[in-house]
């Protein structure tokens, strides 16, 4: 026994099987194909939630090497303390005290594909600070020496990330 198609409904059938938007039923493979697209759509948001520059870490990032951080006396009396940059668009940590004197800052990139920079951000701190590292690579570890005397933040940056929030702040205690 043969169903009959009411005039109506027979174009809007064949329309929804050439435009690939029917059911199951009329499009085999239909079902699969939406749960595909599904499962990209899924990843891509996952994604792009890891690629947000937050302040803090990421449970991928790398935990920070010991002594990162911590400000000590060396023999000679200078003031030393080590940064870390990784993937994930932060300094560990981003903030850190010193006392008016001689600091030496070692930056290490511990991260596997992005390369930073450090630099004191121009015009946002009591005194100057020309000291700079242009270029770090992902492995690599450099040390600037300079002199703060006057009390206050200075503000420090990856200018090639800046916008992504990878900025941080010394403060020169009074």
């Known amino acids: ?51 947000g520059g937050g302040s803090g870490g990421s449970a991928a990032s790398p935990s920070a090497g010991p002594g990162v951080g911590v400000v000590t006396r060396a023999a000679d009396g200078v003031q030393e303390v080590t940064l870390q940059t990784q993937d994930d668009y932060v300094f560990t940590p981003d903030a850190f005290t010193v006392s008016p004197g001689t600091v030496r800052l070692t930056v290490t990139n511990v991260a596997k594909q992005l390369t930073h920079n450090f630099r004191f951000s121009p ?43 990878q900025v941080g702040t010394m403060t020169v205690s009074g």
């Open 1 to 51: 026994m043969s169903r009959k198609r009411t005039p109506s409904s027979a174009p809007l059938a064949r329309s929804r099987r050439a435009s690939g938007r029917g059911d199951a039923q009329c499009d085999p493979g239909g079902g699969r194909r939406a749960g595909k697209k599904a499962a990209v759509i899924a990843a891509a948001v996952a994604l792009l939630a890891g690629c």
């Open 123 to 165: 015009g946002g701190a009591p005194a100057a600070i020309v000291e700079q590292i242009p270029i770090l690579a992902p492995g690599q570890s450099q040390t600037i020496t300079f002199t703060v005397q006057q009390p206050g933040d200075y503000p420090f940056e990856c200018s090639f990330h800046v916008q992504l929030g």
